[in-house]
């Protein structure tokens, strides 16, 4: 078993705890977003100023080193979901494993990354039916059936690229 690359441990960290996040918040039914919310309105992950990220290339958080989730490659680009779900992951991600405990801390911060980085396209409960990913062609994936299905090196491949 490999361990994770010290500079990316942080990242993995939230990256694993969105996840055990979005599995927790699988079970809770949430309101919908009032309309003067900033998601609702636009500002969310794909709103004015947010630079690159899912829709536009540059990885999950807009800074990373993947070509984005929307086009050219990306989760929803040449492929799509299936496609990448059947995808080797790469050597460098290849049985990683979580060094960080699902406890009610780790829970909660990445309840908190993922209400933060995710919801805005994949929904509250992760359904795919956030009020940013209204517009998009194809739809944000239901997360919450796919995430319960795939390992830690998987997450942190797709999620970091």
Known sequence: MKSIPQHRSMVFVLV???SIAL???????TPTPAPGDSAAAGQGMMGQGQGQGMHRGGGMMGQGQGQGMMHQGGMMGQGGMMARHHAEI??????LV?????????LGRGAESYTLYCATCHGE??????PAGAALDPAPAPIAHTSQMLGDDYLFWRISE
Do not use: R
Request: glycine share 10%.
């Open 23 to 29: 599995l927790a918040a699988c079970t809770m039914i």
């Open 125 to 130: 409960s992760g359904m795919g039916d956030g």
């Open 16 to 18: 694993i705890a969105a």
């Open 98 to 106: 979580n060094p960080i405990a699902a406890d009610e801390a780790s």
């Open 90 to 95: 790469p050597a460098e991600y290849a049985d």
